[in-house]
């Protein structure tokens, strides 16, 4: 199933290359499917064009921890904080901030 997922947003995007949305739900399929490396260069493509409130950087965190890209992880958490406080989601910033604290203390 997450094959054809995949597959329709591949073929949504060709037909819309600028469609942001597409792109997030593409990057997201891939993470799911455990696709790693390819939901990464999603995420970051998608992160290149779309005012993200948040939410692809704490993925694009998970993917980078699978593949033990712990610093590229870490910086994507920073980053997703402060998408999320500049776009008014607290919850979503200390959760991320919870995460570092825990998960990436020195």
């Known amino acids: 199933m997450a094959a054809s997922r ?8 060709e037909g819309d290359p600028e469609n942001t949305m597409v ?3 593409l990057a997201n399929e891939l993470l799911k499917a455990e696709r790693y490396n390819e ?11 779309a005012d993200d ?6 993925m694009l965190a998970r993917a980078l921890e699978k593949l ?3 610093a590229e992880a870490r910086a994507a958490y920073e980053r997703g ?3 999320a ?8 910033a200390e959760d991320y901030r919870l995460t570092l604290q ?3 203390e020195d």
């Open 6 to 13: 995949i597959e329709t947003f591949q073929q949504m995007l």
């Open 23 to 25: 792109r997030f739900g």
């Open 39 to 49: 939901a990464i260069a999603a995420f970051n493509d998608y992160l290149l064009r």
């Open 53 to 58: 409130e948040g939410a692809a950087f704490g």
């Open 68 to 70: 033990d890209r712990r």
């Open 81 to 83: 904080i402060e998408a």
């Open 85 to 92: 406080e500049a776009h008014g989601h607290p919850s979503m």
């Open 102 to 104: 825990t998960d990436y």
